[in-house]
């Protein structure tokens, strides 16, 4: 799949592309606005080239940047992996992580805000591996299983996930490099994996507890303890 400049001026995008906004938060579609002019291109030969959209959802101006794969005499092939110049700043729940897990996991997240998608990729395995130390091999297993999840759930294509796989769970071979596309997948799965199994335990934990806390009252156990307090006041 490719992006292509063509001669008579037309700016043809193989398929649409969607991004998370920093301006309204949407996975909105980014619609183009301002392309490079194929006469310029082919006079400068650049390495990359820059691109202006709008979000399709607040209209606010967004702007990529792609890499110059080809040029001919009628059309000029740009890759389709967008490289946002500004990037929406990822928000998680931190105070529910394990204090370790947390400082990585921040580092993690600001390293995909930055655009440093390596750096994200490694410091993502840097968080798992903080999350299972000490847990026996059942806690890789749990959070693998996770990640299973959010490939069946998100529709994941095979190649994807076994690339991310590898990000993730491969502890004897390098991080693999990863692209943009690649990155924006492995950001929402690993944000939604972290939740499943931080956040979303914590809150029903608490949730039960609270139920159980009003169940008991209703029974009068609570209750009878504040009347023997109002009793004997
Ligand atoms: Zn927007």
């Known amino acids: 799949m490719a992006t292509y400049v063509k001669k008579d001026g037309s700016f043809e995008q193989a398929e ?9 938060g949407a996975n909105a579609q980014l619609i183009p606005l301002a392309t490079p002019s194929f006469e310029a291109i082919q006079s400068a030969r650049p390495r990359q080239v820059g691109i202006a959209f709008r979000c399709a959802a607040c209209n606010e101006p967004r702007f990529g940047r792609a890499t110059v794969r080809s040029i001919d005499t009628v059309r000029i092939e740009l890759s389709s992996n967008i490289t946002e110049i500004e990037r929406p700043v990822q928000r998680f729940p931190y105070s529910y992580l394990p204090g370790a897990v947390e400082t990585l996991f921040r580092e993690a997240l600001q390293c995909h805000s930055a655009g440093c998608v390596n750096a994200f990729a490694s410091m993502c395995r840097r968080t798992l591996q903080a999350a299972v130390t000490g847990l026996g091999s059942n806690a890789r297993l749990k959070w693998f299983e996770l990640f299973k999840d959010v490939v069946k759930i998100a529709e994941i294509d095979e190649d994807t996930a076994q690339a991310l796989e590898t990000v993730l769970f491969t502890t004897d071979a390098p991080v693999p490099e990863i692209d943009a596309n690649q990155a924006a997948i492995l950001v929402e799965a690993i944000k939604d994996m972290a939740y499943q199994h931080y956040v979303r335990t914590a809150k029903l934990r608490a949730a039960m507890k609270m139920r159980r806390f009003f169940a008991d009252e209703d ?12 009793e004997n006041a």
């Open 16 to 24: 649409p592309l969607s991004r998370d906004c920093p301006h309204c």
């Open 219 to 230: 029974d009068g156990k609570i209750a009878s303890l504040d009347r023997h307090r109002a």
